[in-house]
T-cell receptor
């Protein structure tokens, strides 16, 4: 069966510090991978999606970036965090009929 | 641009009631529609996926319907239980893009 992992589960970072969140998927090959952010009162916002290694599409211009160094690994990064980057970050995967499955999320607080 | 709306934003019912959650979308050219459940501080759990060619899907006490022409979907929960308390999210998929989410309906079932 397929599983998706995210780490860390929670993170508290100062403004201006770097960020690296990791997502890995097991039990499937060539998945589409997604990064979403959920902020209070704003719903789920798609940040990046990837259909293959090295292929990243950005939905929202911001100080975040994403990379896919391996087929089942998706990384969200920032060189300098802003207060507005606080939120709940969710990774998801899909194949075939596009049903999406989500990871447990990372709660990021920028102080 | 696709917009997804969920009404009501919050709902409180006594245990045992049957209830309906509503989802509407502005562009009927969808690939599929997915209902999710989210518990506080957790990731999303996929409940039901309806392909654009389908009218409904059922899983246990849950039944989701889809009317593409009117841009509506409903999630019916039979015989509600306190364990059903959560936020329910509706999301539509369009070819070549990731899911577009509504802001959710927060359900509280009292014993």
């Amino acid at each position: 069966s397929q599983t998706i992992h995210q780490w860390p589960a929670t993170l508290v970072q100062p403004v201006g510090s770097p960020l690296s969140l990791e997502c890995t998927v097991e039990g499937t090959s060539n998945p589409n991978l997604y990064w979403y952010r959920q902020a209070a009162g704003r719903g789920l916002q798609l940040l990046f999606y990837s259909v293959g290694i090295g292929q990243i599409s950005s939905e929202v211009p911001q100080n975040l970036s994403a990379s896919r160094p391996q087929d089942r690994q998706f990384i969200l990064s920032s060189k300098k965090l802003l207060l507005s980057d606080s939120g709940f970050y969710l990774c998801a995967w899909s194949v075939l009929n596009n049903e999406q499955f989500f990871g447990p999320g990372t709660r990021l607080t920028v102080l | 641009k696709q917009e997804v709306t969920q009404i009501p934003a919050a709902l409180s019912v006594p245990e045992g009631e049957n209830l309906v959650l509503n989802c509407s979308f502005t562009d009927s050219a969808i690939y599929n529609l997915q209902w999710f459940r989210q518990d506080p501080g957790k990731g999303l759990t996929s409940l039901l996926l309806i392909q654009s060619s389908q009218r409904e899907q059922t899983s246990g006490r849950l039944n989701a319907s889809l009317d593409k022409s009117s841009g509506r979907s409903t999630l019916y929960i039979a015989a509600s239980q306190p364990g059903d308390s959560a936020t329910y999210l509706c999301a539509v998929g369009q070819a070549g893009t990731a899911l577009i989410f509504g802001k959710g309906t927060t359900l509280s079932v009292s014993s």
